[in-house]
């Protein structure tokens, strides 16, 4: 039990370890909080600017939900493709990994002048930076169906599409989920990112206007704010996994 507690603690304990030692480094050595504010002055701002700093995040969560949604359609859908058919794999799969090396930065200007200033880049660009992770393991858990098994399904009776709907969709489960876990968080850095240049409200833009005004306490602010929405949908989406997939993690919980 004992060691149960401390890997539940064990997040929290390092956090605090880490803000005591970053405070103690700013404050011992002098630090200008324009260069590198101290943990203290982030929460004085984070408390002074709280009403603009959830207006901000707010907008950034419901719009990277947005383009998070969209990316859990499109990638379920081209996954299941790729990974149910040999040639679809061999044909789409090369094409989506060169595609997903481009980076997505790049992509909001040309975003900008086909849907104008606003949400439409936003949600856009955290679709494109977050399907690829969902498509590689939904067609990873198909495509790596055991020959056997397989063999044996069809030998009793099943068709192709028993196969892959009642065996490979159940099987690719925590493949799913662990890549929802990764998705989640890529879909906020798109949306920041195309905040920073391609928008008027959210954390993005709040970044630009507190660097801007040498507000680098505010900055901090909301970088804590983006890395917490998304620390909290991870923790969500394992919490959803664990109730959902417990068979496939009973042996690393026995161990």
């Known amino acids: 039990m004992k060691r149960k507690h401390?890997?539940?603690?064990?997040?929290?304990?390092?956090?605090?370890?880490?803000?005591?030692?970053?405070?103690a480094i700013t404050k011992g050595f002098g630090v200008s909080e324009f260069i590198f504010p101290s943990p203290s002055r982030i929460w004085e701002q984070t408390l002074e600017h709280r009403t603009v700093i959830l207006g901000h995040a707010w907008r950034t969560f419901w719009v990277t939900m947005a383009g998070f949604g969209i990316a859990i359609v499109v990638g379920v859908l081209l996954g299941f493709l790729i990974g149910s058919s040999r040639i679809a794999y061999a044909a789409l799969y090369p094409l989506m990994t060169a595609f997903n090396a481009l980076p997505k930065?790049?992509?909001?200007p040309i975003l900008v002048v086909w849907f104008?200033?606003?949400?439409?880049?936003?949600?856009?660009?955290?679709?494109?930076?977050?399907?690829?992770?969902?498509m590689v393991n939904i067609a990873t858990g198909l495509a790596t169906l055991e020959p056997e098994l397989e063999d044996v399904l069809r030998v009793l009776g099943a068709r192709r599409w028993d196969v892959l709907t009642k065996v490979g969709l159940p099987r690719s489960l925590p493949y799913f989920f662990g890549s929802l876990k990764v998705a989640i968080t890529l879909a906020f850095v798109g949306t920041t990112v195309s905040e920073m240049t391609a928008s008027n409200e959210g954390i993005g833009y709040l970044l630009i206007a507190a660097g801007s005004s040498?507000?680098?306490?505010?900055?901090?602010?909301?970088?804590l704010v983006v890395g917490i929405m998304a620390m909290l949908m991870y923790?969500?989406?394992?919490?959803?996994?664990?109730h959902t997939t417990a068979w496939a993690h009973r042996g690393s919980q026995a161990a």
């Open 214 to 223: 040498m507000q680098m306490g505010l900055a901090f602010s909301g970088l």
């Open 116 to 134: 104008g200033i606003g949400i439409g880049p936003a949600i856009l660009t955290a679709f494109l930076i977050s399907f690829f992770p969902i």
């Open 235 to 242: 923790e969500l989406f394992s919490w959803i996994e664990k």
């Open 105 to 108: 930065a790049a992509f909001v």
């Open 6 to 23: 401390i890997e539940r603690w064990s997040p929290l304990i390092l956090l605090l370890i880490i803000i005591v030692v970053w405070e």
